[in-house]
């Protein structure tokens, strides 16, 4: 067994209050495509697409993007074992919360229940004039753009678009977790993208100790990482899990 694995586990199980932060590797195991790099998604589609002030100014482009994405394709993708892993750590008292730059609902429907969504969610549309909010299974998008029910408004995906900034919410809680924090597990993620990139960095700046799987080096793992476990999410989650559990 890795020793960087077995102490990795040691720091967790002595944590008072362990936060995961998570981007797109960890999702990417689910055959999520990764937004960038050389596979993905702004290879293929133009990303002005989903700049709010074109949503705004041509809906029915946007939203054909939009539904080819994250509805005909992200619709069918499901939690990975390393989703599943860190919603079992959260339901043993392990895990306090996960902030995540994901859009997917991979870590909710992966059991994880205290879930700070640093992009928002695509899984939900809102109404751009009354603010009701639509799961968007349950949303008919053989007309697009689609409508509000209530007020006949613009619907939007419930993520930022380029353009906006981070929901108040998720913003301030993710701060007060990543102050609270004394282990910070990152999984999955560059470290390129701001402003989240600055969660793992206050959980430093506050003393917390920084465990970072990814399967290359970030920006965190020269700077601020303690324990750097290099690997695929679910080989090393399901590593670090089994460690956690040994009495």
């Not at 909010?133 to 678009?161: H, N």
Request: aromatic share 10%; glycine share 8%.
């Amino acid at each position: 067994m890795n020793t960087k694995i077995q102490e990795a586990a040691r720091v967790i199980k002595n944590s008072q209050h362990t936060i995961v932060f998570t981007g797109a590797g960890i999702s990417v195991e689910s055959g999520m495509p990764p937004f960038r790099g050389e596979h993905g998604l702004w290879n293929k589609y133009d990303p002005n697409t989903l700049d709010i002030n074109y949503f705004y100014a041509k809906p029915k482009e946007s939203w054909e993007v939009i539904k080819e994405i994250f509805f005909d394709f992200f619709g069918t993708v499901k939690p990975n074992q390393a989703h599943i892993l860190i919603g079992e750590l959260e339901k043993k008292g392990y895990v306090k919360s996960v902030i995540t730059q994901n859009i997917d609902n991979l870590h909710q429907e992966g059991g994880s229940e205290t879930v700070y969504e640093f992009h928002g969610n695509s899984r939900q549309l809102i109404c751009t004039k009354c603010e009701a909010k639509y799961d968007m299974a349950a949303v008919e998008l053989q007309e697009l753009p689609p409508k509000c029910e209530s007020c006949g408004g613009l619907l939007k995906p419930d993520f930022i678009f380029f353009g906006e900034g981070i929901p108040t919410y998720a913003y301030n809680k993710s701060i007060e977790e990543a102050q609270a924090a004394d282990v910070c597990l990152v999984v999955g993620t560059t470290g390129e993208v701001m402003p989240a990139n600055m969660i793992p960095q206050i959980a430093k700046q506050n003393n917390a100790t920084i465990i970072e799987i990814n399967t290359e080096m970030s920006a965190f793992t020269n700077m601020i990482t303690d324990y750097y476990l290099q690997g695929k999410a679910v080989e090393k989650m399901q590593e670090l899990y089994d460690e956690i559990m040994k009495s």
